[in-house]
């Protein structure tokens, strides 16, 4: 089994992603959910002045066997609450049948401060079973050694 580099994947994934994304309508939903993910662009490292790059990867996760979610929202902000990127135009969708997933890699700029977020929305033509399983692995490296860690995702309730 071979690896391949983030940036390969992200192209091959952005491209079976907004693929699918065109070929959706968003069908009525009676049942719908919003989500916190946070996200890292930079973190210290032992030089309080040194910021190191991170990308996150949001991965989206259907765990039903029965029910189809369809996601809705994938927007990133900076730490200022400004709209940086959109993944899902207006009327697009992600249709995830069961046990289906699909995967952003999201990556930031330097400049931006540490303080990145995500807004996740979805939900399906009748209450689900089972809820999305909805993660963030944050990546980078410090010389030689890499590090991962996940984010905190939690639902928006308004």
Known sequence: MGCRSLEDLSDTKE???????NKKEVPHLSFKETYYVSAYAEIKGLEKR???PCIT??????????DTLYFTKVDYYNSNAELIERHI???GVIELT???SA????????NESNGSHIIVEYGG????KNKALI???NIGNFSQHGFSFKSDVVQIHE
């Open 135 to 137: 993660e963030a692995v």
């Open 15 to 21: 491209q079976q992603i907004e693929d699918e994304i």
């Open 125 to 128: 033509v009748t209450p689900p």
């Open 57 to 66: 990867v949001l991965n989206l996760r259907n765990p039903s066997l029965s």
């Open 89 to 91: 135009k207006e009327e």
């Open 98 to 100: 069961p046990l289906k």
């Open 103 to 110: 995967e952003f890699v999201i990556e930031k700029n330097i």
């Open 50 to 52: 040194k910021r190191t």
